[in-house]
């Protein structure tokens, strides 16, 4: 399937002369989006360090790219897919953009591993950028998206959207933004899909690279994630449950976000009196399996504002960060968004309630900013006043529809 937003951010980055690097959760299909990117070049090559053949060919010969079949005098696609498992990687990804810079383009893909190791030295410096690719998302699927001038210059106006939003977003409950198990749309696909992918991921890929000794104490501490969603994520309470160290379980999480199993947002305190913690929101990129209704809905909206300031940055569009807002009274709102470390929009999610929450009403008065109230209601589209601010009060499906 087409994945337009992110071809679009290739768009944008590949013209420049840097190497694209593509990094994502596995399975998000950063694998299909390279295949369909090199449609748009008569001449590409495809290259996967998994496969001992080739990998067998990078190192006997490095300019082994210079092999593919030519059609025309176009400049090349080069794909180099996990090669972040070979372990000069940087230094060959260095000298072979110094060497044909001006004769291919490059792109660089990977899971969570590229992430992690790419922020290490700086080999690299300048000679690459990066964009994010994630699980499928409302927006991306419903394809109702304003262009980001028209959605940021008022976040709080009514636009029409089609009906079929609804299903899609029930969908995305059910079996995740994942392509694979999205697409096969069936209970047992998906179950066996995410227990599959969780120990992939946990007894494959983490504990290889972390050489972790107390790894049933891992797969215990990622097990009780899901009941954690919703609430400042209190580690020290973790380590209680499992009666490991705090630092061990601060670790484990920390391995969790970089292979892109969870990802946290903090509390902003600024303006905000009587401010209490600094623990961080966890949310999950497979949420489908979270039990409780508010939880799951409130993980959905968090992945679909991730997924969006995450573009916008890497577009180049601003400095976008998500966050949340809690004081010591435990009053909160979910969603904070801000750009250049100004607050721009307040959002909050409610399973039915179409009323105002308080606590949006208070901290909007605080900080002067547009307040979005979501709910997991078809139909409800409305704006109330909150002294001389206004509110909109709206089915959740509509208006995450519509993000860039």
């Not at 893909?109 to 990066?130: E, H, N, V, W």
């Not at 696909?189 to 890929?205: M, P």
């Not at 208070?362 to 139909?379: D, S």
């Amino acid at each position: 399937m087409k994945r337009l937003i992110y071809e679009n951010i290739w768009k944008k980055l590949s013209a420049y002369k840097q190497m694209v690097f593509i990094a994502g959760p596995r399975q998000a299909g950063k694998t299909t989006l390279t295949q369909i990117l090199a449609e748009d070049f008569t001449n590409s090559l495809y290259f996967n360090w998994d496969i001992l053949e080739e990998k067998r060919k990078l190192i006997e010969n490095p300019s082994f790219y210079e092999e593919v079949n030519r059609k025309d005098n176009s400049v090349p696609l080069i794909i180099f897919d996990e090669l972040h498992k070979y372990s000069n990687w940087k230094n060959y990804l260095k000298s072979v953009y110094d060497r044909d810079k001006d004769n291919y383009k490059f792109i660089v893909s990977g899971s969570g591993r590229l992430d992690m190791y790419q922020k290490g030295g700086d080999s690299l410096a300048g000679r690459y950028f990066i964009f994010y690719l994630w699980p499928l998302t409302l927006a991306e699927l419903a394809g109702n998206n304003l262009s980001f001038e028209q959605f940021t210059s008022n976040f709080i106006e009514i636009h029409t959207c089609a009906n079929k939003t609804q299903l899609i977003w029930n969908n995305l409950s059910q079996f995740s933004g994942f392509p694979d198990p999205y697409l096969n749309g069936t209970d047992p696909f998906y179950q066996i899909w995410s227990n599959t992918y969780k120990k992939q991921l946990l007894r494959e890929d983490i504990r290889d690279l972390a050489s972790l000794r107390s790894f049933d104490d891992v797969e215990i501490l990622f097990s009780l994630l899901p009941s954690k969603i919703g609430n400042p994520l209190s580690m020290a309470s973790l380590a209680r449950d499992i009666n490991v160290s705090f630092d061990s379980v601060r670790s484990w999480i920390d391995i969790f976000e970089k292979f892109f199993m969870v990802f946290r947002i903090p509390r902003w305190s600024q303006k905000i009196s009587r401010a209490i913690t600094k623990e961080k929101k966890l949310y999950l990129f497979d949420y489908a399996s979270i039990e409780s209704p508010s939880a799951k809905f409130e993980n959905m909206v968090a992945l679909e504002l991730f997924r969006a300031i995450s573009n916008w940055n890497d577009l180049g569009l601003g400095n976008f960060s998500l966050h949340y807002l809690r004081n010591r009274d435990k009053e909160e709102v979910d969603f904070l968004l801000l750009n250049n470390n100004n607050p721009i929009l307040l959002i909050e999610t409610k399973l039915s309630d179409d009323n105002a929450a308080k606590s949006l009403k208070k901290f909007q008065k605080v900080l002067n900013i547009p307040g979005v109230q979501l709910v997991n209601k078809n139909g409800i589209c409305k704006i109330v006043s909150n002294g001389n601010l206004k509110i909109m009060v709206i089915s959740a499906d509509h208006w995450l529809s519509l993000l860039p």
